[in-house]
């Protein structure tokens, strides 16, 4: 599925990349996407919530912080919708990586 406008509007109604602890809803969930990586659904202790964590990578730095005392709530995959606004020289970023793909 292509992103668009309306989905962008979809998921904003639907409060996701919002919330703290288990009220948090992730922008982007594991079922939403094929990947061809592995891909995990872990619950949480801090935020009695299931997580939606993309690679070993998000997984290794869940368990980090899910065991830190420092931190107190943990939010994967939250929207950065601002992106382009906050960064002075745009024009270099490589953001293809993070745009939906069609194969």
């Not at 992730?26 to 202790?45: D, L």
């Not at 801090?46 to 997984?59: F, V």
């Not at 830190?68 to 293809?96: A, F, G, H, Q, T």
Request: contains cysteine; proline residues 2%.
């Amino acid at each position: 599925m292509a992103w668009t406008k309306a989905k962008l509007d979809r998921y904003i109604k639907e409060c996701r990349g919002q919330g703290e602890g288990a009220n948090y809803i992730p922008w982007v969930k594991i079922n939403e996407f094929s990947s061809k990586g592995r891909a995990t659904r872990i619950h949480g202790i801090k935020t009695n919530r299931i997580h939606h964590l993309h690679s070993d990578n998000q997984l290794r730095a869940f368990l980090l912080f899910e065991w830190s005392d420092k931190i107190i709530d943990i939010r994967e995959s939250y929207p950065l919708l601002d992106l382009r606004e906050v960064v002075d020289k745009n024009e270099d970023l490589k953001l293809d990586k993070y745009m939906d793909r069609l194969y």
